[in-house]
């Protein structure tokens, strides 16, 4: 055969290539496959309950509770403002503001919020396969199934399953509504789509932080997947970083701050030296955890803190060899590759871009492992996969090869995709029975991550919910009591430097009416963290146990001025100075006695005006005004009391 006709038969195939168009119908079905699996492998999670960051972000949180109300407040504040327990670090007033209007629809229903985010989940899905149809330009059913294993990946079922991981979700929508009008504006140069991708990109921003890495995310989709010239991706590069810039000097101006300045040892182990050596080895070792939990998703938990991971302090240690030598391998490859545009050069660069905040290589985030920080990164683990199976069986990914047992070749690649993706699946739908409570998820992790203080802690801490144990029987009380006891003392052994755990002794001490050694626990926490408004609640508490009412006062005092959202030292403080009333009236000091009961209905009050619904509140305000011979208000407020169930 002549060369000419070689080449004229190269020609006709490269031009029906070119001319294939894809059926918007077979798009559309696929599509709504992919809606349905998404939120089917999730379905499961809708009855669940709120679990861990839950309660600070949303069922604890008085601000998010005060819904639409608050919107210009959570807007202008901190991502945790509004609970006891508050972090000035974070700027997601997107990801809040969501939650304080679900709240206003359906207060206090975590079935709606898990519906919410199990809808945000199969939105993302269908969002990926739609950017991956647009950039890739291969067989749709090869992008199909690259979609349904991401969708089926249990790295994400603590994104999915946790409430407040709505961040993730949230960024990851509009980063890829962002990428689906950057590739409009390319094709038609309409600057209504160049500002429709910057308003998304802001959007992620406001979800998450994080998605500031789609700075450098950008110029590598429009150079490997586009023919746009080097001036139009300058461009919109240009545009991604301006808005970068504006954003990080917005959220100094609320947080004050970039980044995380105090980051405690028991949230991220490198903390634990200040030899940057090796916290870098550490690093890069972690690394290589992140991968394997990629490749293979089990066990998983929701903590992987101190002391799970070792730091790692020699060259020697195999574990950081191996990620290291890895890793150089797939920088080499992928720079090697770049010109070329080879799909595994992306995703290698898509994965590390991805991965950059989350390594702790570059700046000191406040974990050093978290399964979540895997979402997105996790695109480019199932694109390489799917991409090498297709390249070891020869399969084609042409988009004009629509028919998928073509293009398989048989059912051996359909085989492999479909027991892969059935055993992720599998793995999807246990784990997430394990978020169904925090009886559930901290009963099971603790198993996985024994030597976790974090998780101690958080065990520790559910077991004595003073809820839970006033409704306990007293064998099973006494059983709670001392699993706590056990855990706790194991966290603090651990690491001492822990005021959270120390708190949570203080707490099962004073259920044992073990006031002196509650107190000492207290005041060892807020030794160690004077600015945290709870531990002097705490200490406030013992001190009213053992009578000394003045001094009471004074730690409750003490924890409003740390947080002035913090209904229960209110409350406690209006107790103090009942009281104090009932002790002036039994002196016949009716005079001082009547001041204190204005004082305990003022503090009182302000405890209603933070919680809408704090019943013993209420109470306290109809026997204050009873106390100071108002039974008119006294009825009025004894009976808003009775009417909160």
């Given at each position: ?628 011979g108002d039974e008119a208000n006294a009825q009025q407020f004894l009976k808003k009391a009775e009417s909160i169930k």
């Amino acid at each position: 055969m002549s060369s000419k006709k070689i080449n004229n038969k190269k020609e006709s195939v490269s031009k029906k290539k070119e001319n294939f168009v894809l059926s918007k119908g077979l798009v559309i079905k696929l599509s709504l496959l992919i809606a349905l699996v998404s939120f089917l492998l999730y379905a499961n999670t809708l009855n669940h309950g709120f679990v861990l960051d839950d309660y600070s972000v949303i069922k604890e949180n008085q601000l998010t509770k005060k819904g639409t109300a608050a919107l210009k407040e959570i807007f202008s504040s901190s991502y945790r403002e509004g609970y006891a327990n508050n972090e000035n670090n974070l700027y997601r007033p997107l990801t809040k503001a969501m939650f304080a209007i679900e709240w206003q629809l359906s207060p206090d229903n975590a079935h709606f919020h898990h519906f919410m985010n199990v809808l945000f989940y199969a939105l993302a899905c269908v969002l990926l396969f739609l950017v991956l149809l647009k950039y890739l330009k291969w067989n749709v059913y090869v992008l199909f199934a690259i979609t349904l294993l991401f969708a089926a990946h249990p790295i994400h079922t603590e994104v999915v399953a946790n409430i407040k991981s709505r961040d993730e979700l949230s960024s990851m929508v509009f980063l890829l509504l962002s990428l689906l009008a950057i590739h409009k504006y390319i094709s038609n140069g309409k600057m209504l789509m160049l500002l429709s991708s910057l308003f998304c990109f802001f959007l992620a921003l406001l979800s998450k932080e994080s998605a500031i890495v789609f700075v450098a995310l950008v110029p590598l989709f429009i150079y490997f997947f586009t023919d746009a010239p080097v001036k139009l991706n300058a461009k919109i590069t240009g545009g991604v970083l301006a808005l970068a810039v504006f954003y990080m000097i917005m959220h100094v101006k609320i947080i004050g701050s970039l980044g995380i300045a105090n980051i405690p040892v028991v949230d991220n182990s490198l903390m634990a030296t200040t030899n940057v050596i090796h916290q870098k080895l550490t690093a890069i070792y972690i690394m290589g955890k992140y991968f394997l939990l990629l490749l293979f998703p089990h066990p998983l938990s929701s903590d992987y803190s101190f002391d799970t991971i070792p730091l790692v302090t020699s060259l020697g240690n195999i574990g950081l060899l191996l990620a290291l030598s890895f890793h150089v391998y797939l920088l080499y490859f992928a720079f090697k590759k770049l010109k070329e545009k080879h799909i595994l050069s992306f995703c290698i660069f898509f994965y590390l871009i991805g991965m950059a905040l989350a390594s702790n290589l570059f700046m000191m985030i406040g974990t050093h492992l978290a399964e979540r920080l895997l979402f997105f990164p996790s695109v480019a683990f199932c694109l390489a996969l799917v991409y090498l199976l297709m390249k070891l069986l020869k399969m084609d990914w042409s988009p004009s090869a629509n028919n998928p047992f073509m293009i398989l070749k048989g059912k051996t690649v359909m085989l492999i995709l479909v027991g892969l993706s059935a055993l992720y699946s599998a793995k999807t739908f246990s784990r997430n029975k394990d978020w169904k409570s925090d009886t559930t998820l901290f009963g099971k992790d603790i198993e996985t991550v024994p030597n976790s203080a974090h998780m101690l802690f958080y065990h520790a801490n559910h077991m004595v919910n003073k809820d839970t144990l006033a409704a306990a029987s007293p064998q099973e009380r006494e059983y709670r009591l001392k699993t706590a006891q056990k855990n706790i003392e194991k966290a603090l052994k651990i690491y001492e430097l822990f005021p959270d755990a120390h708190n949570v002794a203080g707490k099962i001490y004073y259920e044992q009416k073990n006031f002196e050694a509650a107190f000492k626990s207290y005041s060892r926490a807020s030794e160690m963290n004077p600015e945290k408004g709870m531990y002097h609640n705490n200490i406030g508490t013992c001190l009213f146990s053992i009578g000394n009412f003045q001094e009471a006062a004074k730690a409750f005092t003490k924890a409003i001025e740390l947080n002035k959202f913090d209904a229960e030292a209110n409350c406690n403080l209006g107790s103090a100075y009942g009281t104090m009333g009932e002790a002036y009236r039994a002196q016949n000091d009716q005079a001082n006695a009547n001041q204190s009961f204005m004082k305990a209905i003022q503090y009182f009050k302000k405890a209603t005006e933070i919680d809408k619904n704090y019943k013993s509140a209420y109470r306290f305000i109809g026997l204050t005004y009873r106390n100071l011979g108002d039974e008119a208000n006294a009825q009025q407020f004894l009976k808003k009391a009775e009417s909160i169930k």
